[in-house]
Nanobody
Framework: QEQLAEAGGGLVQAGGSLRLSCAAS????????LGWFRQAPGKERALVAT????????YYLDSVKGRFTISRDNAKNTVYLQMNSLKPEDTAVYYC?????????????????WGQGTQVTVSS
């Protein structure tokens, strides 16, 4: 059974950094697009960043551009999210997800595998 497992969340002060990782097991996600979503209390789940399987092209939510970097290591079946210059508004549960579809940038409905989430809290 395929599984995604996030790690690396925690509590950090504003301006600090965290690196999230997501390890996949049960199958290879080498041909999948991988993404990070986040959901803050009372808000909808938002697409934060994606990385394709074809040309490793990336997409970022406007509010994280220049601060977050998504990367993947297919040999390790792992995707990362490096988060720098964190702000209190980045506080949320972060989820990694995988999509076999070419229109994965349309959002959560195009992602078929999900991790359990990891909490990121940024204090001011």
């Amino acid at each position: 059974q395929e599984q995604l497992a996030e790690a690396g969340g925690g509590l950090v002060q504003a301006g600090g950094s965290l690196r999230l990782s997501c390890a996949a097991s049960g199958r290879s996600f080498g041909s999948y697009a991988l993404g990070w979503f986040r959901q803050a209390p009372g808000k909808e789940r938002a697409l934060v960043a994606t990385i394709s399987w074809v040309d490793i092209s990336t997409y970022y939510l406007d509010s994280v551009k220049g601060r977050f970097t998504i990367s993947r290591d297919n040999a390790k079946n792992t995707v990362y999210l490096q988060m720098n210059s964190l702000k209190p508004e980045d506080t949320a549960v972060y989820y990694c997800a995988a999509s076999p579809y070419s229109d994965y940038r349309r959002g959560a409905s195009r992602f078929t595998s999900w991790g359990q989430g990891t909490q990121v809290t940024v204090s001011s």
